[in-house]
C-alpha cells in the first residue's frame, strides 16, 4: 500500500460510514477508490476493479461520462438553485414531464425528493396523507416484507424488512406490518410453483385480514428484493397483490429505487416486466446514474384527482425538500436519460443481461454455490459451506474471503454476507461479463481452498 492510500485510510477514520460498527470504528481498511470509466474503478494505489454492483445499484451508464460532467457545469453556471416552493426551472419541469412520459399508465406526476429513502418516506406520507384527506385516517397500516429494504429515514427503515438492520434503533413498529419474502429458496420441495405463490399471495391476504381492512392503507414491495438478495417473486405474484389491494381499497407502492431506469430492460419494471400498473412507484438511483443525488415518487392521476374531489381547495401536501427539483440534478438526470436511449441501453440490458444470466448459472458447479438467481442486470450467486445450516458467522466469514480473493482479482462484488450480489452498469459487454464471471469463479475457488486449507470445511 503506497503512503498515499495510508494518509487517506487515517483520514477516513474520521468518516462514519453508513453501518458502521461503532466499536470497530477507525479500523475498517476500505478501498480508496480514485477514479473511473466505464465499467471499471481503480484504487487509489492505480489497480483496475470492474465495478460488478454499478456503484449501489446506480452508476447505469458507466463512470466518467463527459457529456454528464459538462451539463452539470453548464447548469451551475446558468442557475445553480431555485427554491421550488414557489419558483420552477426549466430541468425541473422538463424531467418531470419526461419521467410522466416514460411511467406506466395515468402516473402522470412527478414529486422529487433527495435520494430513494426520502422518495419512499415521501410516497408513504402521501398515503397517509391521502387517506386523511378521504376521511379514513384509520387507514394507516402499512405492509411489506421481510428481507425488504426501503431505505434509512425513520419510515423507510421501519419498512424495510431485514432483521440484522433492527439492532439498537426505533421503528414506527405501530404502523408497519411484515409478511415473509416471496422467496422461491423457501418452497417446499414437494410444492408445486402454483402452490407456491397462493401461499405468498395468502401470507398477504391473512396480513390484512389479521390487521383489519379498514386499518391498512398500503402494500409496499420492490419488484425484484434487491438488497435482501436478489429475492425474484414467483411469476404473477405483483399482479395478484395488486388485486389483493384493489380488493381492500389499498394502494400499491412499488419501490423501484433500484429497478426502474434500465436494470430490468425497462425504463419502469412495474408495468413492462410484472403487468402491474401501481398507484406510487417511487425511484432515485438510476434517476441520474448516481453522478448526483435525486430520488422520484410518481403518482397517479386517479388518487390526485379523489383528492381534488374530496379536499377541495385545503388539501396541501405539506411535505418537501429544499433539494426538492434541484435544476443541476434534474439536467443530469435529462442527460442521463438522452444518453440511455441514444445509447439504447435498455435495450442492451435485455440482451447482454440475458447472457449474464447464463454465465453466472455455469457457476452453479462449484461445491460451495447453493444458488444463483436473478433477472436482466441483477444477479446473485450465493455460497455456503455448511448448506442449509445458516451458520451466521460462517456466511460472513465466507462472503468476506471471497470479496476479497475478488477484489485482488480485480472485481469489486458486494457481498451481503454470503451472498455475492451484482448489478453491473447497462454498458456492460459480453466480454466484460465473462471476465467478471471468470473472476467471480477463481475468488469462490480460493475462498473454498482457502476454508478447506484451514480445517474449516471439508468437501463431502
Ligand atoms: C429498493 C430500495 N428502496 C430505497 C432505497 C434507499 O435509497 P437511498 O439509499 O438512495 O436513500 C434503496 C437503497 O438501496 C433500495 O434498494
Known amino acids: 500500500m503506497s503512503e498515499k492510500t495510508a494518509e487517506l485510510r487515517r483520514n477516513d477514520n474520521q468518516f462514519i460510514h453508513p453501518w458502521d460498527d461503532i466499536a470497530k470504528l477507525g479500523e475498517n481498511q476500505r478501498t480508496v477508490l480514485e477514479r473511473g470509466d466505464g465499467v ?167 396480513k390484512i385480514l389479521d390487521v383489519g381492512p379498514d386499518s391498512c392503507a398500503v402494500f409496499v414491495s420492490e419488484p425484484i428484493l434487491a438488497s435482501g438478495g436478489v429475492i425474484v417473486p414467483p411469476e404473477g405474484y405483483h399482479a395478484r397483490c395488486l388485486e389483493l389491494c384493489r380488493k381492500y381499497d389499498m394502494l400499491y407502492l412499488s419501490d423501484e429505487v433500484v429497478t426502474a431506469f434500465g436494470r430490468l430492460g425497462h425504463c419502469f419494471a412495474s408495468e413492462a416486466v410484472f403487468g402491474i400498473q401501481p398507484d406510487l412507484i417511487t425511484t432515485a438511483k438510476g434517476l441520474t446514474s448516481g453522478y448526483i443525488p435525486m430520488g422520484a415518487v410518481l403518482v397517479s392521476d386517479r388518487l390526485l384527482d379523489e383528492l381534488r374531489a374530496c379536499g377541495g381547495d385545503s388539501a396541501v401536501f405539506s411535505n418537501g425538500f429544499t433539494y426538492s427539483g434541484h435544476p443541476v440534478a434534474a439536467a443530469a438526470g435529462i442527460k442521463n436519460l438522452e444518453i440511455m436511449k441514444r445509447e439504447k441501453l435498455f435495450e442492451n440490458a435485455q440482451t447482454v443481461g440475458q447472457y449474464f444470466q447464463q454465465q453466472l448459472r455455469t457457476l452453479s458447479d462449484i461445491p460451495i454455490v447453493s444458488d444463483v438467481r436473478g433477472v436482466g442486470l441483477m444477479g446473485c450467486v450465493e455460497c455456503e459451506l455448511n448448506q442449509g445450516a445458516g451458520d451466521l458467522e460462517l456466511d460472513y466469514d465466507l462472503g468476506n474471503r471471497i470479496d476479497k480473493h475478488c477484489q485482488e482479482l480485480g472485481l469489486i462484488v458486494r457481498p451481503i454476507i454470503n451472498m455475492c450480489v451484482m448489478s453491473p452498469p447497462l454498458i456492460i459487454t459480453k466480454d466484460q461479463i465473462d471476465e467478471m464471471v471468470l473472476i467471480l469463479r477463481t475468488g469462490v475457488e480460493r475462498a473454498m481452498q482457502d476454508c478447506i486449507d484451514e480445517g474449516i470445511w471439508k468437501p463431502e
Open 40 to 206: 471499471y474503478v481503480y484504487d487509489s494505489d492505480g489497480h483496475r476493479l470492474l465495478d460488478a454492483p454499478a456503484g449501489m445499484w446506480c452508476v447505469n451508464i458507466g463512470h466518467g461520462r463527459e457529456e454528464m460532467a459538462q451539463v452539470i457545469y453548464d447548469q451551475i453556471m446558468q442557475l445553480s438553485y431555485a427554491s421550488p416552493w414557489s419558483l420552477t426551472t426549466g430541468p425541473a419541469a422538463q424531467f418531470s414531464a419526461q419521467i410522466a412520459a416514460e411511467a406506466p399508465g395515468d402516473m402522470n406526476h412527478v414529486f422529487f425528493t433527495t435520494c430513494g429513502s426520502t422518495a419512499v418516506d415521501s410516497a408513504l406520507r402521501f398515503v397517509q396523507f391521502y387517506n386523511n384527506v378521504r376521511g379514513k385516517p384509520q387507514k394507516k397500516g402499512i405492509i411489506a416484507h421481510q428481507k425488504g429494504y426501503h431505505g434509512s429515514t425513520y419510515l423507510g427503515a421501519s419498512v424495510s424488512g431485514k432483521e440484522r438492520d433492527k439492532n439498537y434503533l426505533d421503528f414506527a413498529d405501530q404502523l408497519v406490518h411484515h409478511i415473509p419474502a416471496p422467496h422461491p429458496l423457501h418452497k417446499d420441495p414437494s410444492q408445486s410453483d402454483a402452490d407456491f405463490l397462493e401461499q405468498c399471495v395468502a401470507n398477504l391476504e391473512k
